[in-house]
Nanobody, 121 residues
Framework: QVQLVESGGGLVQAGGSLRLSCAAS????????MGWYRQAPGKQRELVAT???????NYADSVKGRFTIARDNAKNTVYLQMNSLKPEDTAVYYC???????????????WGQGTQVTVTS
């Protein structure tokens, strides 16, 4: 059984910073792409940032230059450093990891439970 546990959300004023973490646990053989997504009220879930096992990153245009994604493979953890936060960054943030469990030849998508980020003006 593989689980993702997120932490680090909260309430912050515009211009502030937050760091999200997402740790995977369980019977994990390998992890490919790690990423962060967000969903604001009344909107569809959207990609924020992804990071491959090879180190390639992809960011939404709206967060480029402000957010940084990183991973610690030894801890099966992905981070999202969010700086210069804006009210429009307010959303529930979800991590997603492409994980191959032990005994399986396939990668599967696993999602975290979500963590609320609220940015006040």
């Amino acid at each position: 059984q593989v689980q993702l546990v997120e932490s680090g959300g909260g309430l912050v004023q515009a211009g502030g910073s937050l760091r999200l973490s997402c740790a995977a646990s369980g019977s994990i053989a390998s992890i490919n792409v790690m990423g962060w997504y967000r969903q604001a009220p009344g909107k569809q879930r959207e990609l924020v940032a992804t990071l491959t096992s090879g180190g390639n990153t992809n960011y939404a245009d709206s967060v480029k230059g402000r957010f940084t994604i990183a991973r610690d493979n030894a801890k099966n953890t992905v981070y999202l450093q969010m700086n210069s936060l804006k009210p429009e960054d307010t959303a529930v943030y979800y991590c997603k990891e492409d994980i191959r469990p032990h005994g399986s030849p396939w990668y599967q998508n696993y999602w975290g439970q979500g963590t609320q980020v609220t940015v006040t003006s």
